[in-house]
């Protein structure tokens, strides 16, 4: 069973502070990484998506990949009381013909004021 | 543009009936994947459907089915309900078949409670 392991938390941040959020992924042949956002009673919605070793920006979020330890993670700057949500990781598998995303089952953020 | 729709939002069943959703995808988009969203096992990928054919499945019986007709809208079908299958079911559409470039645009859900 493949799977995408994220701590439950919940994370509390003081706003304008650094939340890093942290990912592993089971399976090696997974190749792209999503990072969805979902508010309370909303659905969730796509922040951003890397496959490249390294670190990928926009605006405030960064998210880093590392095939080697099978760990992705999301930093947001100047936290904001509006990022309060909670936060999903996805893995792909890319290897395999069954195309699908497997999500963890999330990490609840607090942005505290 | 309009985004993804689900009807219905709520729906209460008991054990041992069946429950239709269906799901309305962006304008344009050809592709529906069906997920399930549980607190316990969190967000679990159901099946996918482009162009009205199943091209990806996840891991739930049988029970669980769908299908795509030709103007791309899908629907779901739960057969012998069962208590698990409470949860929230979540569609999403996206342009092609899911792929790693391909962003999926979430509808709202449809909140299904089985007695």
């Known amino acids: 069973q493949k799977e995408v392991e994220q701590n439950s938390g919940p994370l509390s941040v003081p706003e304008g502070a650094i939340a890093s959020l942290n990912c592993t992924y089971s399976d090696r042949g997974s190749q792209s990484f999503f990072w969805y956002r979902q508010y309370s009673g909303k659905s969730p919605e796509l922040i951003m998506f890397i496959y490249s070793n390294g670190d990928k920006e926009d605006g405030r979020f960064t998210a880093q990949l590392n095939k080697a330890s099978q760990y992705v993670s999301l930093l947001i700057r100047d936290s904001q009381p509006s990022d309060s949500a909670t936060y999903l990781c996805?893995?792909?598998?890319?290897?395999?013909?069954?195309?699908?995303?497997?999500f963890g089952k999330g990490t609840l953020l607090t942005v505290n004021p | 543009k309009a985004g993804v729709t689900q009807t219905p939002r709520y729906l209460i069943k008991t054990r041992g009936q069946q429950v239709t959703l269906s799901c309305s995808p962006i304008?344009?988009?050809?592709?529906v994947s069906w997920y399930q969203q549980t607190p316990g096992q969190g967000l679990q990928f159901l099946f996918e459907?482009?162009?009205?054919?199943?091209?990806n499945k996840g891991n739930f019986p049988g029970r669980f089915s769908g299908r795509q007709f030709s103007n791309s809208r899908s629907e779901m079908n739960v057969s012998t309900l069962e208590l698990g299958d409470s949860a929230l079911y979540l569609c999403a559409s996206s342009p092609f078949v899911t792929g790693a470039s391909n962003e999926q645009f979430f509808g709202p859900g449809t909140r299904l409670t089985v007695l």
């Open positions: 996805a893995a792909d598998n890319s290897g395999g013909s069954n195309y699908k995303l497997t």
């Open positions: 459907y482009f162009s009205e054919t199943q091209r």
């Open positions: 304008s344009g988009h050809r592709s």
